[in-house]
């Protein structure tokens, strides 16, 4: 995640415009969709230099959508890392009717997520008898035991 | 024998980069080897002559690089090994020199237990991993297939989403069992 944050440069080429913000649902304040957005209206504030939308304006559907719309037409490519997802299994109350939102934004290309967690988004919601509102827009990645080279030089630099 | 005392001075050569491993290389070669307890063992390097230990830091990289990784942590003979015999065979030749030459000698025979202790004790506190929060970029290692997969991803001319899997903080440094050749360890 703070790889991809500090080091865009080897993920996006460079006339690709990246805004990275990554949100880890630990964090006490994104325990609610409401929180998750005004996270993300903070961290666009900071990067671009401006508000996106006012602070009391998150409640409009419309104002989240057509910033990230603006930011499209901009040349900027919204990168939502969201971190510890399984965090929304602990405020599922908050979290009833989320995500569907955000898949259709996924869709169009408004925004692109990087979800982490221990399980698959799909085995989290089925875990709890839900059916993901993401659907199939997620591809995977395991990341697994370290390669034998990297941790063998991981070991020889810090001796 | 030459090449089981090579393996034993080439591993207390590795007790420098990880506890772990190297505990079950030196008590390996070591006990076979020099019979040096491997406490005994472990304080050998300390007491190299710092005038030889570069040397011998630079032919003990320059050997494990050329070693079969599956010797690693074994007792073998190098000059029987699938490698590049020729190659090897000079680098032997300058360990063999360097553990014969007297200041060695003298350092093998100066081994003590209670500076053993102490060397055992500073090792342990020790460790190449981090804890705690997220490494830096420059400190990220490896995963170099999954900067790939992600990065063809959230970077391709048209974007996906990507769901990455994995145990907490296992980007980096995330103790995960692994088989590492002869010996196991904890990564």
């Known amino acids: 995640m703070r790889l991809i944050a500090e080091d865009s440069g080897r993920f996006f080429d460079g006339d690709c415009q990246p805004l990275e913000v990554s949100l880890d649902l630990t964090n006490a304040c994104f325990h609610s969709p409401a929180g998750i957005q005004e996270g993300l209206r903070r961290e666009i504030a900071a990067k671009v230099g401006r508000s996106p939308w006012a602070e009391n304006a998150g409640d409009d559907p419309f104002v989240f959508e057509d910033w990230l719309s603006e930011l499209q037409d901009q040349g900027w490519r919204v990168v939502v890392l969201l971190d510890e997802i399984e965090g929304i299994k602990r405020h599922l109350e908050a979290f009833q009717g989320w995500g569907e939102d955000w898949r259709d934004m996924a869709s169009a290309e408004l925004l692109t997520m990087e979800v982490v967690g221990q399980r698959q988004i799909g085995e989290i919601y089925g875990s709890l008898w839900l059916t993901s509102p993401f659907g199939n827009i997620f591809s995977q990645s395991i990341v697994g035991p370290m390669d034998r080279t990297d941790w063998q030089q991981l070991v020889r630099d810090r001796r | ?187």
């Open chain 2, 1 to 187: 024998m030459d090449s089981v005392v090579l393996l034993t001075i080439l591993s207390i050569f590795l007790r420098k980069v990880g506890d772990k491993a190297t505990d079950i290389v030196v008590e390996t070669c070591a006990k076979k080897a020099l019979s040096l307890t491997a406490k005994q063992s472990k304080n050998l390097w300390t007491r190299f002559p710092v005038a030889r230990r570069h040397e011998f830091q630079a032919v003990s990289d320059q050997l494990t690089k050329r070693l079969p990784p599956e010797s690693l942590g074994k007792v073998v003979d190098v000059e029987a090994a699938d490698v590049e015999a020729a190659d090897v065979r000079g680098l032997v030749e300058r360990l063999k020199a360097l553990i014969q030459d007297p200041e060695v000698i003298t350092a093998i025979d100066a081994l003590s237990l209670d500076e053993v202790d102490a060397v055992i004790e500073a090792a342990q506190s020790q460790s190449c991993f981090v804890y705690g929060p997220a490494v830096a970029p420059e400190g990220f290692y490896g995963r170099s297939r999954l900067i790939r997969d992600v990065r063809s991803r959230i970077g391709g001319v048209h974007p996906q989403c990507v769901n990455v899997v994995g145990m907490r903080r296992a980007g980096e440094e995330f103790p995960v069992a692994v088989n590492c050749g002869g010996f196991g360890a904890l990564f």
